[in-house]
């Protein structure tokens, strides 16, 4: 998988230009309590009220909560809506807004009725204007664009269908960033993707999609083949599919499909889910991650903002919980206490279609060379189990003397590292039967091992898996740390 802390940190690093529909997203919470006695109309028991910055203001927010800055261009109306999503983007650092202003519209405004209770949307009204900018408007649009260009690392077109992202500006932004070697991605609206021919990844859900393609979408091959003659269509280099519960599929137009299932969470609100998405996509592609890194996160930040109530934003914090769920366990938590609590664990994990990586070792005295191969292969999987050779089994491996701390020690020092998700104490001189029973996707060794010596190499592999070797750092030895220990105390 990836190290997200150094991802974290490139991350931070990264500016997005962000081109879209701003809205100012309204929510009042209540439950009805009563039918009107004016209509047959239910009343509301309003109990709260908030508002939020919507639409690409939403995509917006999410890069800049994911640690990244943003530069933020949209159209904006003179009224009181303007006056509040300004007053909103005054407190974000990390936004520079470009806010055009068209006297003759109204900034896009939807007030929606929830349930406190249940999480429903009642009722939904809104005040906008869904028409192309008017062409003196397009025009500064197009030249705020083109002059903040050049400070970008990635371009995001997030189109709401409100008027912003004409034809015109559209096919100017990324022939621009074409010239200039950027990346373009764009969530889209209209169902004619030629509209947005040369982007470099397309990102509709899967009604755009199917609406876009007259295609059922329902099983990955027909999404996969649908997607290359959308391709062609729309001369981008990938497609994405957002399939809600069902995850999201990437397709480029090599030929290669890689599908990335959701989390399961309880969700809330899906208000702005999307937006998380490509924000997500934008900044972590920009900071170099590879296309099934970005998706991971992606599919992560969508859970997260899925869990929320209101168009919500998800930060870099909350996205670590969920990439790294155990690193806020307790070192107890985090240690399996027999093969059903292992199993339990391994059923889930599967359930999720996660990577399971697994490494060994007796672990007595932590050392930099143990933390250095624990977090390469954290880095090669989404769940990390640890085997721990038992007090008795290090007795036999390494004498009597030994281990210098107990079995319970060990683990809880292992357990505590944020890389590990679950450490499992086996008894048997090597791992190979606890490695029969995880059937790990990846197994991780020192790179003082070939491949033919690492004890389950061939379970691992006859079952699809990979054998990864770690450069070990020199002049770092438990052994030699007790010699020298013992020779102080002498």
Known sequence: MFDFDALSKAMARQTVLCVGDVMLDEFIYGEVSRISPEAPAPVIAVQRSEKNVGGAGN????????????????????DDAAKTLKAEFSGEPRIEPVLIVDFLRPTTRKL??????????????????AAPAAPAVEAQLIEAILAALPRADIVL?????????????????????????????VDPKNVNFAVYHGATLLTPNRKEFMEATRSPAETQAEIATAAQDAMVVAGCEAMLVTQSEDGMTLVTRSGSTLHVPAYPVKVRDVSGAGDTVV??????????????????????????????????????NELRKKI?????????????????????????????????????GCFDILHPGHVRVITQARAACDRLIVGLNSDASVRRLKGADRPVQDERARAEVLAALEAVDLVVVFDDDTPLTLIAQIKPTVLVKGGDYTREQVVGHDIVTANGG??????????HSTTSLV???RENRS
């Open 483 to 485: 010699k020298r220990a």
């Open 157 to 185: 077109l997030s189109d709401y269908a409100k008027g912003v992202l004409t034809p015109h500006l559209i096919r100017s932004v990324i022939d621009a960033a074409t010239t200039l070697g950027k990346r373009v991605i």
């Open 112 to 129: 929606r009725f929830v349930s406190e209770h249940f999480s429903t949307h009642m009722l939904r009204a809104d005040w906008e204007m």
């Open 59 to 78: 995509v917006a927010r999410n890069i800049a909560a994911l640690g990244a800055r943003c530069i933020f261009v949209s159209l904006i109306g003179e």
């Open 466 to 475: 990979e054998v990864l070797l770690v450069d070990i750092l020199p002049g």
């Open 324 to 360: 790294l769920p155990h690193a806020s366990l307790t070192a107890e938590e985090k240690i399996a206490s027999d093969w059903e609590d292992l199993e339990e664990h391994l059923a889930e994990w599967r359930k999720q279609g996660l990577r399971v990586g697994f490494t060994n």
């Open 279 to 316: 924000a997500a996509l934008a900044v972590t592609l920009a900071a170099g991650a590879d296309e099934e890194t970005a998706l991971r996160m992606a599919s992560a930040a969508a859970a997260v903002a899925v869990g929320k109530h209101g168009t919500a934003t998800v930060t870099q």
